[in-house]
Nanobody
Framework: QVQLVESGGGSVQSGGSLRLSCAAS????????MGWFRQAPDKQREGVAA???????TYADSVKERFTISRDNAKNVLYLQMNSLKPEDTAMYYC??????????????????WGQGTQVTVSS
């Protein structure tokens, strides 16, 4: 089993920055792809960014040029640097890991491990 614990959420004003972290523990050797997803109230969960073990990434169009995903394989930690935050970025952010995928994907059904989430609130 793999456990994922997010941290770094909070409240910021529009234009501000936050850095989310996700620490993975347990049997992590089989993890191939890690990603960030978010879900706002009354909306479906959506993929934000994903990364493989070699640093290849994919981003949702809504966050390109503003968010950066990175991964420290030695420490089993996933990061999401979020800059130029907008009110529409307000959501619960979830870390996810997959032992099935071979390339980064924003499709949630391919991820078999999930964290509990961390709240990000952006005020205008």
């Amino acid at each position: 089993q793999v456990q994922l614990v997010e941290s770094g959420g909070g409240s910021v004003q529009s234009g501000g920055s936050l850095r989310l972290s996700c620490a993975a523990s347990g049997v992590t050797g089989g993890i191939t792809i890690m990603g960030w997803f978010r879900q706002a109230p009354d909306k479906q969960r959506e993929g934000v960014a994903a990364i493989d073990g070699h640093g290849r990434t994919t981003y949702a169009d809504s966050v390109k040029e503003r968010f950066t995903i990175s991964r420290d394989n030695a420490k089993n930690v996933l990061y999401l640097q979020m800059n130029s935050l907008k009110p529409e970025d307000t959501a619960m952010y979830y870390c996810a890991a997959s032992s099935w995928l071979r390339s980064p994907s924003l499709t949630s059904t391919w991820y078999n491990y999930w964290g509990q989430g961390t709240q990000v609130t952006v005020s205008s």
